[in-house]
């Protein structure tokens, strides 16, 4: 029951994470520095939870199941998440900066807009393919 629960923890939570990378990142684009600072704080109080909250359960989830030591599966996606994590800090990184209060403002990077949201997509599909599968 336990194992279940956590499953259902760490679904959840990383649909919450890369649905708010995606959402944020694309957002991003488009805000202005005042509205950056809100997104900030948004994004600090909702995405970030849910991240550690995602590396909690599926470290937890691994570790009760026993997988790392039967398969290599597991690897794979903590190799993903970890790519993901940084994928986190760069969206979160800019929305700081943008909202900063120097004069020299960095324009979010159009081409973070851009690849955060597909890095985020095509890691997602494979980490759940991944796991669905188990193929290593």
Known sequence: MVYSLLKVFHIT???LWLGGMF?????GATADSENAA?????FGKTVTPAMLATWAAGLSLATIGGWFSIAAWPFVKITGA???S????MVAGRLTKLAGDDDEKP?????LSVTAPV???LAMVSL???ATTKPL
């Open 86 to 89: 940084g994928v986190h800090g």
């Open 13 to 15: 939570s990383m649909a």
């Open 38 to 42: 809100a997104l900030r704080v948004l």
């Open 82 to 84: 970890f790519l993901l």
């Open 128 to 130: 759940v393919f991944v």
């Open 119 to 121: 890095i985020t997509v």
């Open 23 to 27: 959402t944020f990142s694309i957002i």
């Open 107 to 111: 324009a979010f990077s159009s081409l």
